[in-house]
């Protein structure tokens, strides 16, 4: 089975891989992402990875929309765009930063566990704003802060 060598600064690792697949969805089933906003379509041009070692095909025309002939000419690719077929070393040039917003405990807020008691105010008709910005979407709850009632939702 091919393998892929992950150089970073502080060790490298090396991971088997069932080719057929793109490097970035690879590399998603480690602890070693890549940077995305497009979810893989080669339209963004973040996930790049120097290709150190090993054989992979020409440039696909997004990588050429993307990658200017100076880093093209220094084996930097998008992950998304790499099919690999044989064992690669690769370094990482834009990983994907682990958000200590993942980290926090999970307390889900609902219309049956919400408690106003928690809040401290003495304002009445408190309407509360939750905002989920993500990579193509933004999506907007409403909710009634004496109530605990929820509003409506944009998305």
């Known amino acids: ?9 502080e060790e490298d690792f090396t991971i088997e891989y069932e080719p ?3 490097l970035r969805a690879i590399l998603n089933q480690t602890d070693h992402q ?12 973040l996930c790049k990875v120097r290709i150190q070692s090993g054989n992979i ?3 696909t ?8 002939d100076e880093p093209i ?8 765009q790499v099919i690999p077929f044989d064992d690669l070393e690769i370094r990482i040039i834009n990983p994907l930063i682990k958000s200590k917003w993942k980290n926090l405990p999970e307390r889900k807020i609902t219309r049956e566990n919400f408690e106003l008691s928690s809040f401290d105010y003495d304002v009445h008709n408190l309407i ?10 933004i999506s907007l709850s409403f909710f009634d802060l004496q ?7 944009f998305c």
């Open 34 to 45: 890549v940077r995305t906003g497009c979810k893989g379509n080669g339209m963004c041009g």
């Open 128 to 137: 509360g704003v939750a905002v989920d910005i993500g990579t193509t979407n």
């Open 73 to 80: 000419n220094h084996d930097i690719r998008l992950a998304c």
């Open 61 to 68: 025309a997004n990588e050429l929309l993307y990658l200017s």
């Open 1 to 9: 089975m091919p393998y892929i060598k992950i150089k970073t600064n």
């Open 57 to 59: 095909d020409d440039p």
């Open 20 to 22: 057929g697949q793109s």
């Open 147 to 153: 109530t605990g009632n929820w509003l409506a939702i």
